[in-house]
């Protein structure tokens, strides 16, 4: 059974900083994995979807890197804003077609 | 374009009644997924169906039913509501293996 790990929970950083969210994950036979954002009581945005064959994706200010071997992705988000703040979920598509999702890591960007 | 269609978007049942939760796919995607979000937890994946066949069953409990109808749309059936089930639901849709887009979700409260 995949298990999705995330770390930290939280995170609070100043405007400006830049922002490093990890992923783990156990099985490394997958599809894809995709970074989703999430506000509070709202539904899922897709932010970035990698490949398995994949190593990286960029969109805007936000680059996400695969390391499928040793099960590792990595969010990176640059000068990072107040709209910025909410909880980021990781998710890994198997083999059997079904998202895994981690935890989450609920971020605060302090004005 | 076109985005995963869920209703309602709140509902408001107390114990033991029944719900209908409803799923609307991306035009001519044929699989359907159903997730659960509880407080604070991350999505758990509950049932899929493949052209109106299931094709994965996670975590839903018996009371729980779904199904895909001809149109491929999808209703997720709850009978004898318990508090636990109080959650966010989610529906995704995709093409065959492609990447999974999410609905809204349905916020379901029990009182």
């Known amino acids: 059974k995949q298990e999705v790990t995330q770390i930290p929970a939280a995170l609070s950083v100043p405007e400006g900083e830049n922002l490093v969210l990890n992923c783990s994950f156990t099985?490394?036979?997958?599809?894809?994995l995709q970074w989703f954002r999430q506000d509070p009581g709202k539904g899922l945005t897709s932010l970035l979807l990698?490949?398995?064959?994949?190593r990286e994706q960029t969109s805007g200010r936000l680059n996400a890197s695969l390391d499928k071997s040793s099960g590792r992705s990595t969010l990176y988000i640059a000068a990072s804003q107040p709209g910025d703040s909410a909880t980021y979920l990781c998710a890994v598509d198997g083999t059997d077609y079904k998202l895994s999702f981690g935890a989450g890591t609920t971020v605060t960007v302090r004005a | 374009a076109a985005g995963v269609i869920q209703s309602p978007r709140h509902l408001i049942k107390e114990k033991r009644e029944t719900a209908t939760l409803k799923c609307y796919p991306i035009p001519r995607h044929d699989t359907v997924y159903w997730y659960q979000q509880g407080p604070g937890q991350d999505p758990q994946f509950l049932i899929s169906f493949y052209e109106k066949m299931q094709s994965d069953k996670g975590s839903i409990p018996d009371r729980f039913s779904a199904q895909q109808f001809s149109d491929y749309h999808s209703e997720l059936n709850m009978s004898s509501l318990e508090l636990g089930d109080s959650a966010l639901y989610f529906c995704?849709?995709?093409?065959?293996?492609?990447?999974?887009?999410f609905g809204d979700g349905t916020r379901l409260s029990i009182l």
């Open positions: 099985d490394s036979a997958i599809y894809n």
């Open positions: 995704a849709s995709s093409l065959g293996d492609q990447p999974q887009h």
């Open positions: 990698i490949q398995s064959s994949q």
